[in-house]
């Protein structure tokens, strides 16, 4: 046993508590579910959020949905990820 130890109180913090970021320490993520003119606001933002993190790592992370209650047509799917490809080729709908 260390002295000192019987002086030592450990109480329990009440939350609520932001989840921690899976990224690590130091890692700041903002999560919305964005509407498609939402996603035109932010795009016209971003030379002001780009300026606002001057010198920092920005990264944006994107995640698209596609469903309908019948199975999609892959069709629609392709054409939809020829637009997607054309953005990024990584990013498609699978």
């Known amino acids: 046993m260390y002295p000192g130890t019987g002086a030592v109180k450990l109480r329990?913090?009440?939350?609520p508590f932001p989840?921690?970021?899976?990224?690590?320490?130091?890692?700041?993520?903002a999560d919305a579910e964005l509407r498609p003119n939402e996603i035109q606001d932010l795009a016209e933002r971003i030379p002001e959020?780009?300026?606002?993190?001057?010198?920092l790592k920005l990264l944006f992370?994107?995640?698209?949905?596609?469903?309908?209650?019948?199975?999609?047509?892959?069709q629609v799917v392709d054409g939809?990820?020829?637009f997607l490809k054309a953005v990024n080729e990584a990013l498609g709908l699978r």
């Not at 989840?19 to 993520?29: E, F, K, Q």
């Open 80 to 82: 939809i990820n020829r």
């Open 49 to 55: 959020i780009l300026k606002a993190a001057a010198g």
């Open 12 to 15: 329990q913090v009440k939350g």
């Open 61 to 74: 992370r994107l995640h698209i949905e596609l469903s309908d209650k019948s199975p999609l047509s892959q």
């Open 19 to 29: 989840p921690p970021s899976p990224l690590g320490r130091g890692v700041l993520v």
